[in-house]
């Protein structure tokens, strides 16, 4: 279980998918892209992580780390690597995969719920959990299903929230690893401060942090159901 964590913010950590890897003994090779941590091969890692950031998918042109690391994630994918997005690792998987990435209609900033769709809740990794899945949102991107995609959850302004590409490839614009500490780290990030203004006005951090203080550990717990599944799952296949 060699698994390539890709980060692209130091705050942005894997949170309480990291937990579920060092519970099944998992060896994480971790990279700080936006640190300048070169990439490395694929083919020597069992499954790819990849986390959220402030910057686009679209920003090749200042971060040409990016255009190698959607080849990187579109070759892995493609060969049947295991893979799991949040947030910009969706958008990232969705554009290795050819698809359309673009501002969404406004900030989606706050604790709300995303709506399984039925083919979510017959899928091995979404099956059984609450059909309205309180999550935290923070982005202002989105995406077109890649083709072949099975779209899992959608939100009322942002109809495309999670897919399943292949057999073990998720994404999943939310977040549902985030710790109350996360969550606090990242509203010290200007970009992240400034979409959660623009939403919710002056003093907004204060007002979301109470409304996430008694949601987090539900959330961590759903975010830890679905990253297992996903974890035993692939292993469980790759051992059959």
Request: charged share 25%; no cysteine; hydrophobic share 50%.
């Given at each position: 279980m060699r698994t390539l964590i890709l980060q692209h913010l130091a705050c942005e950590q894997p949170g309480v998918f990291g937990d579920v890897l060092a519970e099944r003994g998992a060896e994480m090779v971790t990279l700080e892209l936006d640190e300048g941590d070169p990439l490395p091969d694929w083919r020597s890692?069992?499954?790819?992580?990849?986390?959220?950031?402030?910057m686009s998918v679209n920003d090749d042109a200042a971060l040409p780390w990016l255009t190698e690391e959607k080849r990187l994630i579109g070759e892995a994918v493609r060969a049947g690597r295991p893979y799991w997005g949040a947030c910009l690792g969706v958008q990232l998987l969705?554009?290795?995969?050819?698809a359309r990435v673009y501002p969404g209609p406004g900030p989606e900033v706050g604790?709300?719920?995303?709506?399984?769709?039925?083919?979510?809740l017959r899928d091995p990794v979404f099956e059984g959990l609450p059909r309205d899945l309180r999550t935290l949102q923070w982005h202002g991107d989105t995406f077109d299903l890649p083709q072949g995609a099975e779209r899992l959850a959608w939100s009322d302004r942002y109809p495309n929230q999670a897919f399943r590409w292949g057999r073990f490839a998720y994404g999943v614009q939310f977040h549902v690893e985030v710790?109350?500490?996360?969550?606090?780290?990242?509203?010290?990030?200007?970009?992240?401060?400034?979409?959660?203004?623009?939403?919710?006005?002056?003093?907004?951090?204060?007002?979301l942090l109470a409304e996430l203080e008694p949601?987090?550990?539900?959330i961590r717990d759903h975010g830890r159901r679905m990253f297992e599944r996903w974890v035993d799952a692939w292993v469980g296949a790759a051992i059959g």
């Open positions: 890692f069992d499954a790819i992580l990849a986390m959220g950031g402030p969705a554009a290795s995969l050819g604790v709300m719920p995303v709506r399984l769709t039925e083919e979510a710790s109350m500490a996360m969550a606090e780290a990242w509203a010290e990030v200007p970009e992240y401060e400034a979409s959660l203004e623009q939403v919710r006005g002056p003093g907004a951090l204060p007002r949601e987090a550990e539900r």
